[in-house]
Each structure stands twice: as C-alpha cells, then as structure tokens.
C-alpha cells in the first residue's frame, strides 16, 4: 500500500516536472522566436537619398537600434529623425486626418498649423553659415513624400516604407544654394507601439 502510494507520488512529481519543463521550452522558444523576429525586421531598415549626386545615410541609432520615430495622435503626423555619422540631420514627416496609410503626402500645414514635410539640417553644429534647407508649403510640393507600405499586420512592429525625391529650399540667406533637388530618397522604418508611442 505504502508503496503504491510512493509510486503514484513520483509519477505526479514527474508529470508536473514535465509539464513544467515543457510550458518553460515554449515560452523559450516563442521568445527566442519574437528576439529573432524583430533583430530581422531591424536589419532590414534605411534611410537614404541623394544630394547632388551623392549619397546621403541614416542608420538607426547604436544604442537602441533603431530609428528616431514619434506620432502625433492630436494631428496624426508620423516623424522620422534621422541622422548621418557626419552628425548632418533629415526629418521626415507626413500627416493626414484620416491617418496614415499607402498615399502620396504634400509639403503643407495641417489644421493646427503643424508642418509636414522634410527638414535638412547639413551641419553637425550650428555656426555662422546657416545652410538648412525645407520643403517651403509655398508652393505646396503635393508628393513631398510618397507612402508604398503600412503593414500592421504584427500589432508590436509596423513596417512603414516610403519615397521621396522633394525640392528643398534654402532656410537661410547665408545658404549660397536657394534651392536643391533631392532625388531617389527611400526608407523603410519600424515603429513600435508603446505607452509614450501611440497605436495608429
């Protein structure tokens, strides 16, 4: 009797040992899965355009690898803040009242008077030769950033790729050229919803 009930113990112990084993396996491997998923989605970003015939690169950052991204709910305007090794900045953004989606988005204001567009910024410093230039919203440029794809598909990482080859004028009198023609700009971003970044 004694014995049996040894036995029926150590085949409970076992199995509940097993089951945890196993359910521990799982979530490993969904986890391990889930790291692998997003190291892929992040190799696979960009942002590039040409400047005069050079090419200009931002990667995402070194220490949170990934690219500088913010959407504003109030005036659902999506930003991209990118950055090249030389320190020489390119923000991106675009706006819509029926939110973000595949289309073509203008250089303009929106409602509130926020400005979409794209902002150059060629100098790591300030100094004092001011070479900044825009996409002015007078004349608005209607395709001043072309959206090709918005998968939300995986609720925690949204892939957004986009063109843009925009007309940029000088910010600033000290900048010798008035006006620059950006050509085969492209991106591909991931955006990850979270508490201080809201869903769309």
Known sequence: MITNLKSTQFLHASLIIFLLATMFSCNSESSKKKT???KSQNADEYFSVEINGKLWQAFPSKEFKEYNLSYKELDK????????????RMDLSFHSKKGIAVGSYPSTKNDNGTQSGIFYFPEAKSSDKELASTTFDVPVQENAVQITKVDKSNKDAYVIEGTFSPIMYALYETNPERSTKFTGGKFRVIYRPSSMDPAF
């Open 77 to 88: 305007q999506f930003s991209i803040f990118a950055e090249a090794e030389d320190g020489s």
């Open 36 to 38: 692998d998923e997003v």
